[in-house]
């Protein structure tokens, strides 16, 4: 432990998501360390960001403005959307270069266990979105664990009376990977996704 004014940046950089205390005394240590590290241009940003930065009133990505960049994106198709847990969840599907539609951000996945319901999620946004007609599919891009798997399923059923064709994420085997290191329910979708070559 540290004294003082140290020790707190290094609880304050513990609080953030997925730094433990080790990591966080890395990065304080790192700050105090490096003369060249501008701390004020970091605290300018981080203000910025808490002024600046809003989610989309469409489809609740972040965005500076009332609408992200993919829906004011015309070339973007309006007949798909992909339904995604979070934000950050839109950046990776984005690297892929693969999906050319829309996006719809729940902002979390139904856990009863943390007390989050359908309710708490942006759930009926999507079915306002999903209200004109416009769109022929929606992909479920939860996050294949017990949470995510709970949500997909009751998306789907939600959705299955809108006539819209719904589809979910393929899991399976990573590339690079060994059978013998895979685990039964990771195998299981391998073999229940597997298409024709």
């Known amino acids: 432990m540290y004294d003082g004014i140290v020790q707190d940046l290094i609880d304050e950089f513990g609080r953030l998501p997925g730094i433990g205390p080790k990591s966080a005394q890395r990065i304080t240590f ?4 490096t003369p060249a590290f501008d701390v004020s241009r970091l605290s300018q940003l981080l203000a910025e ?5 809003r989610f989309c009133e ?8 009332d609408r992200c960049s993919i829906c ?3 070339r973007r198709n309006p007949q798909v959307i992909c339904v995604v847990e979070d934000a950050k969840d839109v950046a990776a599907i984005e690297r892929t270069r693969e999906f050319r539609g829309l996006y719809h951000v729940l902002g979390g996945a139904i856990s009863p266990i943390d007390g989050v ?3 708490d999620l942006r759930v009926a946004e999507l079915m306002t979105r999903l209200a004109d007609g416009t769109v022929q ?17 009751y998306l789907s059923r939600l959705l299955l ?5 719904v589809t979910r994420l393929a ?9 013998e290191y895979a685990d039964e329910v990771t195998l299981g979708r391998a073999f229940e996704g597997r298409r024709t070559l």
């Open 72 to 74: 004011r994106d015309p």
């Open 161 to 165: 009376s809108l006539q819209i064709r």
């Open 171 to 179: 899991s399976g085997l990573p590339v690079g990977g060994d059978l």
């Open 49 to 53: 960001v808490r002024e600046k930065v």
């Open 117 to 119: 319901g359908p309710d």
């Open 30 to 33: 790192h700050i105090l360390q």
């Open 58 to 65: 469409i489809c609740g990505n972040v965005s500076e403005q």
């Open 137 to 153: 599919e929606v992909i479920i891009a939860t996050n294949p664990n017990l949470e995510g798997e709970a949500t997909a399923t």
